[in-house]
């Protein structure tokens, strides 16, 4: 794998490494790229926009439709971490990392990561909007009405037209500000606000992006146009002395 060590040394010599991650750190453990040739997004199956099935207003609008939806073509719960996952968990564990991803699919949380931004919220976080009980997967997926008052479920996820949570917002960016290095893990980096993180990195900060997909994007010092589960399986993790 060509230059590797230059990237193991420059983990290496971080201590405040930040991980921005999409669906492409998701893909290895069987959970398709909403934005891929066959993704979510682009496979003309539904007969409306798939971003309407996922905004408030059809929650609110049409429940029944947005609940068939999200539970037919979002939850994998089988789906277990991956190498990807795994290893910038234990970056997280030996405090020397942060991750901040576009993520809703439990699967760092599965992995045990800290210092954990999940900028998109998290499909396992289910509430009940009448009165905010929190329920688990399985009693969502039995129904979409909450057992105890009858309000609607739905997942802790920012859906069209609603807006990040500032508290995960600022956290993010705090993050961002305070790294000494950034790598870029398995997203494209066009899906907004998400990819205007970058603009509150350091100037002088390395930003190392590890793609399938080669990106345009300004400050990169590096891209490893790679298998991300090659690079993490290799990556080793350094504790702070």
Do not use: W
Request: net charge negative.
């Amino acid at each position: 794998m060509e230059n590797f060590d230059a990237l193991q040394t420059q983990v290496d010599q971080a201590q405040r490494i930040v991980f921005l991650t999409g669906a492409g750190v998701s893909t290895p453990s069987g959970i398709p790229d909403y934005r891929s040739k066959a993704g979510l997004y682009t496979n003309g199956h539904t007969n409306r926009p798939t971003e309407y099935y996922l905004s408030h207003d059809c929650l609110v609008d049409e429940p029944k439709v947005f609940y068939q939806f999200v539970m037919k073509n979002l939850y994998y719960p089988d789906a277990q971490p991956n190498v990807i996952q795994k290893k910038q968990a234990a970056f997280t564990n030996a405090n020397r990392a942060e991750i901040v991803t576009q993520n809703i699919d439990n699967l760092y949380e599965q992995a045990g990561a800290t210092h954990l931004h999940e900028f998109h919220g998290n499909l396992y976080r289910i509430y009940c909007q009448k009165c905010g009980m929190e329920v688990d997967y399985p009693t969502y997926a039995h129904s979409m009405y909450h057992e105890l008052d009858g309000g609607i479920l739905r997942p802790d996820v920012v859906l069209y037209g609603e807006g990040i949570d500032q508290e995960v917002a600022q956290a993010s960016v705090n993050a961002v500000h305070n790294a000494d290095l950034i790598l870029i893990v398995g997203t494209s980096m066009r899906v907004y606000p998400f990819a205007g993180l970058l603009d509150y990195r350091q100037p002088h900060v390395p930003v190392v992006v590890i793609n399938q997909e080669r990106l345009d994007i300004p400050g990169v010092t590096a891209q490893y146009q790679l298998n991300a589960t090659e690079v993490f399986d290799r990556l080793q993790v350094k504790e702070n002395s």
